[in-house]
């Protein structure tokens, strides 16, 4: 023996994440932008709660194959996940002029693989209507009631 020690480093705070103990240094998946090294790895899939990391309301990551990876977007976003490019998880909010009422959930029809294919999956806004964006809808006054809860996702999307 050499004598020569080997250091394990932590992984930088705030922009790399550890999914398992000992394990490689990730940076934070696209989505994140800092903060992923809150994530209590021991928690598995898990909803974000309003406030508990900034900018992350709504949304469901998990731990998949030493990555934490995106399961589910809140209402007005839409998911961009690529298997092969772990660290680009991300929810893109639908842009004024678009909406989306629905969730996205991984492998369904609000869900792609690349961002560039994300926007066209909001809806245009309707006539007599303005959207800011994400999931908002306000109608011109006297014009008509959006659709809520009881709306299908065909109506809804």
């Known amino acids: 023996a050499s004598g020569e020690s080997q250091q ?20 934070c998946p696209l989505g994140w932008e800092t903060g992923c090294d809150k994530w209590d790895v ?18 469901v990551w998990h731990i998949s194959g030493g990555y934490l990876r995106l399961l589910e977007c809140p209402p007005g976003f839409i998911l961009v996940r690529d298997e092969q490019r772990p660290d ?14 629905v969730a996205a959930r991984w492998g369904g029809s609000l869900s792609v693989p690349r961002a560039e294919f994300a926007l066209p999956k909001c809806r245009p806004c309707m006539e007599g ?14 014009f008509w009631k959006p659709c809520d809860e009881d709306c299908g996702d065909e109506d809804a999307a």
Do not use: W
């Open 42 to 59: 021991e928690q598995g899939s898990r909803r974000l709660d309003p406030g508990s990391i900034p900018g992350k309301d709504g949304e």
């Open 88 to 101: 680009d998880d991300i929810c893109l909010e639908c842009l004024p002029g678009t909406y989306s009422k």
């Open 129 to 142: 209507a303005t959207c800011p964006g994400g999931s908002v809808i306000i109608p011109v006054q006297g």
């Open 8 to 27: 394990c480093l932590p992984c930088k705070a705030e922009i790399e994440y550890n999914a398992f103990p000992g394990g490689q240094c990730h940076p």
